[in-house]
């Protein structure tokens, strides 16, 4: 647009522009950068949230291909649900050196089901929820977050009334009574947690409405003849990207914990199936004899949830435009 | 003021009004409430069922029952009225389960939130003020741990491994030479980081602060003190001078001498008071939580009165910095008491001195100061399962809001004035990033709350997490609401003194 308009704008005189203007481009040779380009080049420079995402992406494709999902078959040997005598005690085979993994690398439950592939079950169905509820709540953040920021009204008071309600319960209290009516199906308790944790991120989201629809851009936006939905989708809700994907990322890290410990309460998932959380409160009391029923599922919920967390942190430092310790 | 607190008040009314109604329809909906007497095939099950019915009036619709909790809550508030929540499904009173309830969750709780707001944010502000330094980046790191941590494994762990090592330990506690090597190589490097500077400096931190270590756990493991360990007369004295020199410091600096000098007379005049006072803290019948709560007010204004007569031209930094002595003093003092109840409170115990269940060892007859250390010895773990995760929050939040205030116009301004370090960082940069922890302090109570019902749980404590736990398991909402109503009131009245200490602490803020 502004190239076309450039002849009309300078009335061409006799002097050509050409020559002075590839003399500039040859002695500036900095190319603006966009607004994505930056952001993942800042994030691509934050070493831990590289190594947070990598170490994520490893438990989701171990989780995944290992035993299989959605009827698929996965490389793994042994099923989660097949019990059998003890190999080694019950004991994991796994030794680092020299390297060995066995057929029970994470060792056997009391009736012999392999360890490893239950907690891959369990990883599959935590990482599952965990992703859901960040999808749940963020959608909803984000609709019911706009909406209220940018046409006020009922709607922006009806929000307020809601968060007041919420602020006055303990996260972990409404989640335990609600994972209650999920008759213990992963996906039913994750759409629950989801309807339950998006007020903090709708308040956000509001707050940046509130602030943005009131500049320039938005009233120029205006002046032109945009809608109210090209306003929103075009102008405003790009400019806030970055704390929807930055909380987004952090509700992800939260729902893990707070699945985890509604499992573990036995107010999350529930038997026949499994979760990270579920495994450690099936084995709480086994943790004299057999400690690897206790660590290996433990440890991947903190692998998890630490690698999420450094990934939100990479994408708020990203995003942060008062970062300027990483210049672009 | 008047009008926001009763505005304030009106609308949390309503709220609590709301949210109360939904927990108690969501809870009242969320299983069968004849659950467990489904499987049930005696004779007298209809009895039974109609026993149920009757407590429960789970023959009424939900408003209706609804209603029935809420006039008999009502009248808590209304005096000359004893409480009625109701009665679970076993057909025992909620309120007297609460009640003993109420106590135990809010040890725990107080003792979570104090200990992590002290330790989070004297950390976070020493980690703001070397930023970018190994201690930042561990702290950093740790923070981000903690945060990932699921607070029902770490108290699972704590209780099964850190508890039982220790209590191992203590069949024979000594520190063998390696044991204290390597705790006096870790000593000297975090006192290194913490005190930060130029190279030579910290190195001379680091060998003194090792070197220390290794010397104390070496002597106190030949003298057996962790067997019979106790401070005596001339430590409490030495202990009490230092605190008077680092409470002096972080005050005012030494070169007020006034306010040294006012520190120093608190501290000597408690050395002595010691003496006296020992034989009556001893004494069982005059040993108890009121009496020591006398004597704490007793050396507050002793030691007020000594800051006010010598304070001199900064008379209100002597009584601040004398007060806060004061209390130190005090607290060495006990700690001294509690100390001295070990040995014989490991008797009793049978040696496994950190205890991993209950709030209370059962049946336990002692004196005041080995039932106090009963009671700490059961809140131990829990305190820090809990702990780790605001810790977090609060050492990172801490950190940024220091981080925040040090760039701004007025330190530079304090600086360029001349002003010492230790002025600018504890006087213009300190208290103003205190400021924005009052909103947190109110927000985080929620998640300490959460956190205990998951401790109460693991550590089997008869708190309101277990009630609430039990009662939600059951579809039985008595107890639930009986914790959520002490919750939600609680949190209410934490958010209204949170606001109102931020309106008081920063004046840009108008309330109502």
């Known amino acids: 647009m502004a190239e076309t308009e450039t002849p009309q704008a300078v009335p061409a005189g006799p002097v050509p522009r050409q020559p002075a203007a590839s003399l500039l481009e040859r002695e500036f040779t900095v190319r603006a950068m966009t607004q994505r380009e930056l952001v993942t080049r800042r994030f691509l420079r934050h070493r831990g949230a590289l190594f947070g995402l990598a170490v994520f992406l490893c438990a989701l494709i171990l989780a995944y291909t290992s035993i299989g999902a959605l009827g698929l078959p996965g490389w793994w040997a042994q099923k989660y649900s097949t019990t059998g005598g003890l190999t080694n005690g019950g004991g994991p085979t796994l030794s680092l050196w020299p390297l060995r993994i066995g057929t029970h690398p994470f060792g056997q439950d009391d009736v012999g089901r392999d360890y490893f592939a239950l907690t891959m079950r369990g990883t599959q169905r935590s990482i599952l929820i965990a992703l859901t509820v960040g999808l749940v709540a963020t959608a909803t953040g984000v609709v019911v977050g706009a909406v209220s920021g940018f046409f006020r009204g009922w709607v922006e008071g009806l929000l307020m009334r809601i968060t007041d309600v919420f602020l006055t319960v303990p996260l972990l209290l409404i989640a335990a009574v609600v994972g209650r009516f999920s008759s213990g199906g992963p996906l039913q308790l994750a759409m629950l947690l989801g309807l339950l944790v998006w007020t903090s991120l709708a308040r956000l989201v509001r707050g940046e409405f509130l602030s943005l629809r009131e500049k320039e851009f938005v009233e120029a936006a205006r002046a032109m003849g945009a809608g109210s939905g090209r306003i929103i989708f075009r102008h405003i809700l790009p400019n806030s990207l970055g704390t929807i994907i930055v909380n987004a990322t952090l509700t992800i890290a939260q729902a893990i914990l707070l699945e985890t410990s509604l499992s573990f309460l036995g107010f999350g998932v529930q038997s026949p199936d499994t979760s990270l959380g579920k495994l450690i409160a099936d084995y709480e009391s086994a943790f004299t004899t057999r400690p690897w029923l206790f660590w290996w599922p433990g440890l991947f919920i903190v692998a998890i949830a630490l690698s999420v967390n450094f990934v939100g942190d990479g994408l708020r430092d990203a995003f942060d435009p008062k970062q300027t310790r990483v210049r672009a | ?512």
């Open chain 2, 1 to 512: 003021m008047a009008v926001f607190v009763v505005r304030r008040l009106i609308v949390s009314f309503f709220i609590l009004l709301v949210s109360t109604f939904l927990i108690f329809v969501l809870v009242a909906h969320s299983g069968d409430p004849y659950g467990d007497l489904r499987g049930d095939h005696s004779p007298n099950l209809p009895q039974k069922m109609a026993h149920r019915t009757a407590i429960l009036h789970l023959d009424e619709p939900d408003p209706q029952r609804y209603v029935r909790w809420l006039g008999g809550a009502a009248k808590c508030v209304v005096p000359g009225m004893t409480c009625d929540l109701g009665r679970t499904v076993h057909d025992q009173d909620v309120t007297a389960l609460l009640g003993q309830a109420v106590a135990s969750t809010l040890w725990l709780v107080t003792a979570a939130t104090v200990l992590a707001v002290l330790l989070g944010i004297t950390v976070g502000i020493v980690s703001a003020l070397r930023q970018y330094s190994g201690f930042d980046y561990t702290v950093t790191f740790s923070a981000f741990l903690f945060f990932s941590l699921p607070v029902f494994w770490v108290a699972v762990l704590l209780k099964q491994y850190l508890a039982i090592n220790i209590n191992n330990w203590y069949d024979d506690p000594r520190v063998g030479p390696v044991a204290a090597l390597v705790l006096a190589l870790l000593s000297g490097l975090t006192w290194g980081a913490i005190v930060g500077g130029p190279g030579t400096r910290r190195w001379i931190v680091r060998g003194i602060a090792a070197v220390a270590t290794f010397g104390l756990l070496m002597y106190l493991s030949a003298v057996d003190w962790f067997a019979r360990p106790a401070l005596g007369p001339a430590l409490i004295v030495v202990i009490s001078c230092g605190i008077a020199v680092v409470v002096t410091e972080l005050v005012s600096g030494l070169r007020r001498r006034g306010v040294l000098y006012a520190c120093l007379i608190t501290a000597g005049i408690g050395s002595v008071v010691q003496f006296l006072v020992t034989p009556w803290l001893q004494d069982a019948k005059w040993a108890s939580w009121t009496n020591v709560l006398l004597l704490a007010v007793v050396a507050v204004v002793v030691a007020a009165a000594v800051g006010y007569a010598l304070g001199g031209l900064d008379r209100g930094q002597a009584v601040r910095a004398s007060v806060l002595t004061g209390l130190g003093i005090g607290s060495v003092i006990v700690v001294d008491e509690i100390l001295r109840a070990v040995p014989a409170y490991s008797n009793a115990v049978g040696g496994r001195i950190v205890a991993t269940i209950g709030s209370q060892t059962p049946d336990f007859t002692g004196t005041f100061w080995q039932g106090v250390l009963d009671q700490i010895t059961h809140l131990v773990l829990p305190t820090l399962a809990i702990m780790l995760i605001s810790f977090a929050t609060y050492s990172r939040y801490s950190r940024a809001t220091m981080l925040e205030t040090m760039n701004q116009d007025y330190v530079r301004t304090a600086r360029s004035k001349g002003l010492t370090e230790r002025t600018v960082v504890m006087r213009h940069a300190f208290r103003n990033a205190l400021i924005p922890l009052t909103t947190l302090a109110a927000y985080d109570f929620g998640n300490i709350l959460g956190g205990a019902v998951i401790t109460e749980t693991v550590f089997a404590r008869r708190g309101m997490g277990t009630l609430f736990v039990m009662g939600l398991s059951q579809t039985d909402p008595n107890p639930v609401m009986g914790f959520y109503i002490v919750t939600a009131v609680s949190i209410v009245i934490f958010n209204m003194i949170s606001d109102i200490a931020y309106a008081y602490l920063d004046p840009r803020i108008r309330l109502s």
